[in-house]
């Protein structure tokens, strides 16, 4: 049976950068960092969120206005109501003793911030088009950051920020969110490196529970499958960073 969602109230809102807003809102129940909920606004649409904070009884999830639908997600306010369903997915696998590395790239940093609190020995890397679209600074005060037009931070990618780190230190674990090329580029990384690796996708996701498919990657489907996926589960994908789909079902080749 399909679960229906059910409607809740926002508690709370905070505004994160220009473009960016958490969402806070009640909830009891299990939830592991890298799992999503699927949010319903009523006569729109239905998209999929990962928690971006844990606050006791509260969740929060973090939106970039990019469309109409997270448009209509920023101008809710504190009291209005949205439909929730989940959460839903493969979330990441936490190893608390090993050293680790969080690489996030533009929103795909919100996926990986609830990590950061369950770790001991943790590095975080963030990535931006621009300084005013970084993410949680200050709620991370000691993060590497870069960025592509150079504003704060190192100019340039993550991956050059991992390539560097790397000259001078070892990492046993890295976890990643963002672009899929990006996340491609890591998986090369950590192969030629020997680092144990978590990236969770970001694929085009529609029901939230493995019927329509539009989430597929070589046969897996973000959804149910991941949307957090193990370096060896990556490597047997040959559409990871190469090949996506559309929200119409076409399938796209990158350079």
């Not at 969740?59 to 639908?69: M, Q």
């Not at 996708?201 to 329509?212: A, N, P």
Request: proline letters at 4%.
């Amino acid at each position: 049976m399909i679960e229906q969602p059910r409607m809740i109230n926002i508690c709370d809102v905070w505004e994160e950068t220009p473009d960016t807003k958490t969402f806070f809102f009640p909830f009891e129940g299990p939830f592991t960092p890298g799992q999503f909920f699927m949010i319903w606004i009523p006569l729109l649409d239905e998209k999929p969120f990962t928690i971006s904070y844990i606050q006791e009884e509260f969740l929060g999830i973090t939106v970039l206005k990019r469309g109409i639908f997270t448009q209509k997600f920023h101008e809710k306010k504190a009291g209005d109501s949205i439909g929730i369903r989940g959460p839903y997915g493969k979330g990441f696998e936490l190893q608390t003793d090993l050293r680790s590395c969080l690489i996030g790239g533009g929103i795909g940093m919100a996926s990986l911030a609830t990590i950061v609190d369950r770790l001991h020995n943790v590095t975080i890397i963030q990535g931006a088009k621009t300084s005013s679209e970084l993410l949680y600074r200050k709620r991370f005060q000691d993060m590497n950051l870069c960025t592509d037009d150079g504003t704060l931070g190192y100019t340039g990618t993550t991956v050059d920020v991992l390539n560097a780190l790397l000259e001078k230190q070892r990492f046993q674990k890295i976890y990643a969110c963002g672009p899929e090329r990006m996340m491609y580029k890591i998986s090369e990384i950590c192969k030629k490196h020997d680092i144990e690796y978590e990236a969770s996708l970001e694929r085009y996701i529609k029901c939230g529970f493995g019927v329509c498919g539009q989430c597929d990657c070589s046969g897996q489907r973000t959804c149910i499958d991941g949307p957090v996926f193990h370096q060896q589960e990556l490597i047997r994908m040959a559409d990871f960073g190469k090949i996506s789909i559309t929200k119409t079902g076409e399938r796209v080749i990158h350079p």
